[in-house]
């Protein structure tokens, strides 16, 4: 059996219960990073074989993980925060256990575009989660394209390091829109600004983003 467990997108009070029941029942936990996935296992009391799942390593790894299940063993899959499989290499690890007739269940927890969407006081009835945009201008500015003409929401997370660039980028393609930009979502220091493309352009020219960035544009009207 895979599960794929939900864990907090920053604060650990949302942990859910089913959760914590779960990552102590199955034998190995399988994440990005697994120091950060150690800190979480520590903190709710969990000891548990750790293995460690990445763009960068999945053609290796995934054989091996196939081959664990296979024999009937339990693994679950979290993410460094938040849904395993958005924005990160899970799905190709649901894929091969599906081809093979594993079982998999999901065990809900947070998602930051999800968070991002419903606090932005944008239309949430229908929406496109992009995910990361590409890191240089031209391909940046050609994704940002496709969706230029989408009556939906839209949903991109972003690095600090990329944040202006992208800003800049969206107010060229997508025009004056309006705006939620969220950081540090569930934690203290949780902040979500709204407004304008141009407004949120022009301030992050000198302020210093930190974080990572959930940033929710309005569709076209």
Request: with cysteine; glycine share 8%.
């Amino acid at each position: 059996m895979l599960y794929l467990v939900g864990t907090p997108i920053g604060n650990l009070g949302d942990m859910t219960l089913r959760a914590i029941e779960t990552l102590k029942s199955v034998d190995l936990v399988v994440s990005e990073d697994t120091r950060k996935t150690g800190f979480l296992l520590n903190h709710f009391e969990i000891k548990k074989a750790q293995l460690s799942f990445r763009e960068d390593n999945e053609d290796r790894t995934l054989p091996r993980l196939m081959e664990f299940l296979k024999q009937g063993k339990n693994a679950a899959l979290v993410t460094d925060a938040g849904t395993p499989g958005i924005s990160d290499p899970g799905f190709t690890l649901v894929r091969a256990a599906l081809a093979e007739g594993i079982k998999v269940e999901a065990i809900p927890g947070s998602t930051a575009c999800i968070q991002a969407l419903i606090l932005s006081g944008l239309p949430v009835h229908s929406f496109t989660f992009r995910g990361f945009p590409p890191h240089k201008g031209g391909p940046r500015k050609r994704f940002l394209e496709i969706d230029k003409e989408s009556p939906y929401t839209l949903i991109f997370y972003e690095s600090p390091y990329r944040l202006t660039a992208f800003l800049a980028d969206a107010l060229e393609i997508y025009g004056d829109r309006r705006v939620a930009i969220a950081n540090d979502l569930t934690k203290k220091f949780e902040l979500v600004e709204r407004g304008n493309l141009s407004e949120f352009a022009q301030k992050y020219k000198t302020a210093t983003p930190r974080g990572e960035y959930t940033v929710v544009i309005e569709g076209r009207v």
